[in-house]
């Protein structure tokens, strides 16, 4: 149980067009979920929290308007990284909290998403 | 806000013989979680061991143990018997109370030598 999938798992586009990337809760529904952005050898950083029905809360730095989140039902959240630019390049993970759960410290993450931008 | 550091970029360490990964963190807050999360190299995140802040106990799960010492915000990793599925980068991450995100500090990549 508690499994989260991410699609597509590589995608690589050109420069100035859009790419989504879908986040879903399989086998639990999750009210919220979060991205994370992982360049080749660093840390996971935190970009967003995404909510069921409500606005995306984005940490500080990260370009809301670049960076689309919505998190339509409680099993699916999507990051839509709008006129990418090479230095978009990057790993994108996603994490999910179920509800009901253990707790606030209940979360299981995706298998990641690589982005390539040309 | 709210820091995470580990202070070594890899380890190494022979088969079956046990590593002490280090991980210390900054915070004001009174209620949070620590992780120990296993990355390896199909990039899956791979929960090791939780740690609630207001548990006194140290976590254990198996071959993997934390040394939670509050006072002092460190929260080190021990990985006794080490095997060579154990290689992979190992990341310490903090949870505030709320419905927060994963803090990471930049990770320590273990190699285990047979």
């Known amino acids: 149980g508690a499994v989260v999938s991410q699609h597509p798992s590589w995608v690589i586009c050109k420069s100035g067009t859009s790419v989504k990337i879908e986040c879903r809760s399989l086998?639990?529904?999750?009210?919220?979920m979060f991205w994370y952005r992982q360049f080749p050898k660093q840390s996971l950083m935190l970009m967003a929290t995404?909510?069921?029905?409500?606005?995306?809360?984005?940490e500080q730095g990260v370009e809301k308007d670049k960076f689309l989140i919505n998190h339509a039902s409680l099993t699916l959240s999507t990051l839509t990284v709008t006129s990418a630019h090479p230095e978009d390049s990057s790993f994108y993970i996603c994490?999910?909290?179920?509800?009901?759960?253990?707790?606030?410290?209940?979360?299981?993450f995706g298998p990641g998403t690589r982005l390539t931008v040309t | 806000a709210q820091t995470v550091t580990q202070s070594q970029p890899e380890m190494s360490v022979q088969e079956a013989e046990t590593v002490t990964l280090s991980c210390t963190y900054d915070?004001?807050?009174?209620?949070?979680?620590l992780f120990w999360y296993k990355q390896p190299p199909s990039r899956q995140m791979i929960l090791v061991i939780r740690?609630?802040?207001?548990?006194?106990q140290n976590a254990t799960e198996n071959r993997f143990s934390v040394n939670f010492q509050k006072a002092a915000k460190s929260f080190s990793l021990k990985i006794s018997d080490s095997q060579l599925g154990d290689a992979a980068m190992y990341f310490c991450?903090?949870?505030?109370?709320?419905?927060?995100?994963?803090?990471f500090g930049k990770g320590t990549h273990l190699i285990i030598q047979p």
């Open positions: 991450a903090y949870k505030g109370g709320g419905a927060d995100g994963l803090t």
């Open positions: 086998d639990f529904q999750a009210t919220t």
């Open positions: 740690q609630e802040a207001y548990k006194q």
């Open positions: 994490s999910a909290s179920p509800i009901p759960g253990l707790g606030p410290y209940e979360q299981y």
């Open positions: 915070t004001s807050e009174s209620d949070y979680y």
């Open positions: 995404s909510n069921e029905g409500s606005k995306a809360t984005y």
